[in-house]
């Protein structure tokens, strides 16, 4: 008895004049990882005949079904007691997203507010945001005009000097 759940494709959005080959990748690159096949919602027997001509010249039961209607074709496999998930692209992160994890600021970003400075060079700190969050370190030196701290601390056995912003440490 095979309790492996089966995994099936559904291409929308295929575009017979353009995605091809795209379609196509997408068919045989799901076979190579487990899927038993393919619905294309479009009226391409080319790629369909590609991909059928591919499973049966290197084995295995993947399938490509050319011009399903997708709708009924989700709602019957649900009804049949399949889960649907929708795979999306990633969303690429924006600018500010990275400098934030990365424990950067954005210097224009910065207000004009007089920042009182309360590190001394040689002060134990903290680190409590950013990459490197939970490490011990010291004060190496101080960049008041720009409000970072230049802080030494211990990576793998080495000294290393991390750059952050006065916000990102406390003091121990």
Not at 105 to 125: L, M, S
Request: aromatic residues 6%; hydrophobic residues 35%; negative net charge.
């Amino acid at each position: 008895m095979n309790l492996t759940p089966k995994s099936y494709i559904l291409r929308i959005g295929h575009r017979p004049e353009r995605d091809q080959r795209v379609t196509t990748h997408v068919g045989l690159s799901t076979r190579a990882l487990g899927a038993s096949g393919m619905y294309l919602a479009a009226d391409d027997a080319k790629v369909a005949d590609s991909i059928a001509d591919v499973a049966k010249r290197f084995g295995g039961d993947y399938f490509c079904e050319n011009d399903v209607k997708w709708k009924s074709c989700i709602n019957n496999f649900k009804r049949e007691g399949g889960k649907v998930q929708e795979e999306k692209l990633p969303i690429p992160l924006r600018d500010e997203e990275v400098k934030r994890i990365l424990g950067e600021q954005d210097e224009q970003a910065v207000t004009e507010a007089e920042t009182v400075v309360d590190y001394r060079v040689g002060e134990a700190v903290k680190i409590t945001d950013g990459p490197f969050s939970g490490f011990d370190g010291t004060v190496d030196e101080i960049v008041e005009d720009r409000s970072k701290l230049k802080v030494m601390v211990m990576i793998f056995g080495r000294k290393t000097i991390l750059e952050l912003n006065f916000t990102q440490v406390t003091k121990e």
